[in-house]
């Protein structure tokens, strides 16, 4: 049985960094696509950033490009997501997941795994 354990979260002033980190562990994780989403309160879950398993392909969402990055390190089997300029708006549980079809994906119906979650404040 496969686990995704996320860290690194917590409480950073806005235009701040932080950097997620998911370790995989229990099966070959190396394998699959990851991604990372993130679900405030009241809202739904989101897509937020996804690598492919080779690490060669990379998405997205919108309101992230170009302060967000995704990326792995499949010896380690890690995932990481750096998140720079953070804004309040960029508050929530954030949660790595992990799908088996090695492509990526904005639709979280197509991950497979998921870690418990990792809390995000952005203070203005």
């Known amino acids: 049985q496969g686990q995704l354990a996320e860290s690194g979260g917590g409480l950073v002033q806005a235009g701040g960094s932080l950097r997620l980190s998911c370790a995989a562990s229990?099966?070959?994780?190396?394998?699959?696509?990851m991604g990372w989403f993130r679900q405030a309160p009241g809202k739904e879950r989101e897509f937020v950033a996804g690598?492919?398993?080779?690490?060669?392909?990379?998405d997205y969402a919108g309101s992230v490009k170009g302060r967000f990055t995704i990326s792995r390190d499949n010896a380690k089997i890690t995932v990481y997501l750096q998140m720079n300029s953070l804004k309040p708006e960029d508050t929530a549980v954030y949660y790595c997941?992990?799908?088996?079809?090695?492509?990526?994906?904005?639709?979280?119906?197509?991950?497979?795994?998921w870690g418990q979650g990792t809390q995000v404040t952005v203070s203005s």
């Open positions: 997941a992990a799908g088996t079809r090695g492509s990526v994906y904005t639709n979280y119906a197509y991950y497979d795994y």
């Open positions: 229990g099966r070959t994780f190396s394998n699959y696509a």
């Open positions: 690598i492919s398993w080779s690490g060669r392909s990379a």
